[in-house]
């Protein structure tokens, strides 16, 4: 049987076994076994725990679970309300200006956890009833919620660019740089977007003789202040060279939650309980993911499938501009039906020896992976943040949710066209403090 056949045949079980709703982890890891069973014998499973072993042997994945504790320690403690109403205090009289405040929380609130999902929520819990109660459109309200939920893959920290660091062996460090600006320009175009609709509709949400004080104002900075002074100081030792990934994440981690119990009195053990649940499930789930995945793709290369596509891909002579664009098709049709961590983990090891042959810089591609994953995580079937967002407000139509996010995605798409002509938006600040990478 040809490569090419082998290749048909393992694409349509797997999109058949991931649609189906089986855990991703255990859907390529099963489907992994049984093609090495089927093309090598039953003497090939005697790779499968090395193989899966050696997918979690790596001493940067240690920075993973320590991110998400601090997406953890923030999300179960009101750090996303204060961060929302400070943001409202201050931007109340521009158009949209609650909308506004809750897509500069999700900003925020993305360099503190590094994950979309808890983003998501914990700006959504407080911003969407708050919207809606001062009569703000259900769509506008849950579609900027969506939206700005993604943020938090884009901005760092980013366990998506941790783990493109590791499938493609790329620096943690310089994917981190390479997001900030690409991160805080989307943040603006779902602003200008956003202000714009507002403006549109003619909504206001508050009278017009309606003013905050100055003393109200700075009384929500003192709560606020500690976390970002958190961030800084991570993003500070990083990329300082003071500290690796990991150990800046253990430090920001264990600072959280210190910050945590002295700001906003969590005391309890219920809530350390909490943390420490949240914490372990989504950890123990993104590392079962990526030791199936490296099963998985020791399987395609045994097969010679990856070989096989990617010379496949070479051969066709086309304009590397017509193959980028292929390449982004493909990803956001992926993105349709699997999850951003197994996407990047199945596809970065093929695509990454295809973009560098055709002369892109494989920081610059991660970043427009990554936004590819941003639109998947707002677009159905699968379309994360959606039923997030639904769970928050269920008298909403999720019709109505996706409608409010389908701007959004297109502002997400504008982003990766000027990334395209503009490639020095994401490698400029990583060459300017790390230097230029030859």
């Known amino acids: 049987m040809s490569p090419t056949t082998q290749g ?12 189906s ?8 890891g099963a489907i992994s076994i049984v093609f090495l069973i089927i093309f090598h014998g039953i003497d090939s499973l005697h790779v499968v725990a090395e193989t899966f072993y050696a997918g979690l042997h790596d001493f940067t994945l240690v920075a993973i679970p320590m991110f998400v504790m601090m997406g953890a320690a923030i999300g179960s403690s009101p750090a996303g309300k204060d961060l929302y109403e400070a943001l409202d205090r201050w931007l109340y009289r521009v158009p949209g200006g609650l909308v506004i405040s809750n897509l500069g929380a999700c900003a925020l609130f993305a360099a503190l956890t590094g994950s979309s999902p808890a983003c998501c929520a914990a700006i959504g819990k407080m ?8 009569g703000y459109p259900d769509d506008v309200a849950t579609g900027s919620i969506c939206a700005g939920g993604t943020l938090g893959i884009l901005i760092p920290p980013s366990i998506t660019f941790i783990l493109y660091g590791i499938a493609t ?4 460090g310089r994917l981190f740089l390479a997001g ?5 320009m989307l943040t603006g175009l779902f602003i200008l977007w956003t202000v714009f609709i507002i403006w549109k509709r003619g909504f206001h949400a508050h009278a017009a003789n309606f003013r905050y004080s100055w003393k109200e104002k700075f009384q929500s900075i003192p709560k606020v202040a500690p976390f970002l002074a958190i961030v800084i100081g991570v993003i500070y030792v990083l990329y300082g060279g003071i500290a690796t990934p990991s150990e800046a994440a253990g430090v920001g981690a264990a600072l959280c939650m210190v910050m945590a119990v002295v700001i906003y009195r969590m005391w309890r053990p219920k809530q350390w309980w909490q943390i420490l ?9 993104i590392l079962m993911i990526i ?7 020791y399987m395609l290369t045994s097969l010679y499938l990856t070989q096989t596509l990617a010379q496949g891909i070479a051969d066709m ?8 664009g292929l390449i982004n098709v493909f990803l956001l049709v992926c993105g349709f039906f699997i999850p951003p961590a197994a996407i990047i983990l199945m596809t970065a090891p093929i695509l990454y020896p295809i973009i560098k042959v055709a002369g892109f810089d494989p920081v610059w591609f991660g970043v427009i992976m990554t936004i590819n994953m941003e639109i998947g995580l707002i677009h159905p079937p699968v379309g994360l943040n959606i039923y997030i967002v639904k769970a928050i407000a269920p008298d909403v139509p999720v019709t109505k949710v996706m409608w409010g996010t389908i701007p959004y995605a297109l502002c997400m798409m504008l982003q990766i066209v000027i990334l395209c002509v503009f490639p020095d938006i994401a490698t400029w600040l990583p060459d300017r403090l790390m230097g230029i990478k030859h």
């Open 291 to 297: 030791a199936a995945a490296v099963l998985f793709g």
């Open 169 to 172: 062996e790329t620096s943690i």
């Open 277 to 285: 649940r949240d914490t372990t499930r989504e950890s123990v789930m």
């Open 180 to 184: 900030v600006i690409p991160g805080l």
């Open 21 to 28: 709703g089986a855990p991703v982890a255990f859907g390529l």
């Open 317 to 324: 002579h086309v304009n590397r501009w017509v193959l980028m």
């Open 127 to 134: 911003g969407i009833p708050e919207m809606r109660k001062r």
């Open 8 to 19: 048909a045949i393992v694409l349509v079980i797997t999109l058949v076994v991931l649609l």
